[in-house]
């Protein structure tokens, strides 16, 4: 399959997200106040996931490992860098999920879920300040939907290798098709 430009990816992702320089400071500068608190999300995380009958065979006899992972991965949000290093860490989060066979859905709807569960720890932690809060949420969805973006490019890439194995297309006829409708379409490579 195609190589992946991660530097790319890493610029794209933060610009749909609108990711930027501010928040990631405001992610680094909140850590210390927010890392206490990251068990409790992971917690709560993942007791809504266990109350949702689809999700059952994912977690099933997986759920310590699955908690440490997310935990790791929460503390990572809040820490970067937020490079292509990240991007492609990111990436290989989604790859996983590919590989087990998780729905996309369930991805995007598990970053709802994040982030409704680390509401109420950021109005806790910013109860004094609400310019604090008001940048700590924006930068707290900023990363997540960049973390989504990146992650479900590993979705998009498995769909289209699983395409060109059934039809039996090459990547370079799949190319040329993919070139020749953007032409004739007006539609972007992006």
């Not at 991965?73 to 990436?91: Q, R």
């Amino acid at each position: 399959m195609r190589e992946i430009d991660f530097s790319e990816l890493n610029q794209q992702a933060k610009l749909f997200a609108g990711f930027d320089a501010e928040d990631e400071a405001t992610l680094r500068e909140s850590h210390s106040a927010l890392v206490s608190e990251l068990d409790r999300v992971t917690e709560a995380f993942y007791l809504e996931l266990g109350k949702i009958e689809e999700t059952g065979p994912f977690l099933e006899g997986r759920l310590d490992r699955l908690k440490a992972t997310h935990r790791r991965w929460l503390e990572k949000i809040f820490t970067g860098p937020y490079d292509a290093d990240f991007a492609a860490y990111m990436h290989q989060v989604g790859v996983v999920h590919v590989q087990v066979r998780l729905p996309e859905r369930f991805m995007a709807s598990g970053i709802g879920l994040i982030g409704k569960r680390l509401i109420p720890v950021l109005t806790e932690a910013c109860s004094d300040d609400l310019d604090r809060l008001v940048r700590l949420m924006r930068a707290v969805n900023a990363v997540t939907t960049y973390c989504l973006i990146i992650m479900q490019v590993s979705y998009r890439e498995h769909e289209l290798e699983r395409f060109m194995d059934v039809t039996g297309i090459s990547e370079a006829l799949y190319a040329n098709l993919a070139a020749a409708y953007r032409q004739k379409t007006g539609v972007s490579a992006d």
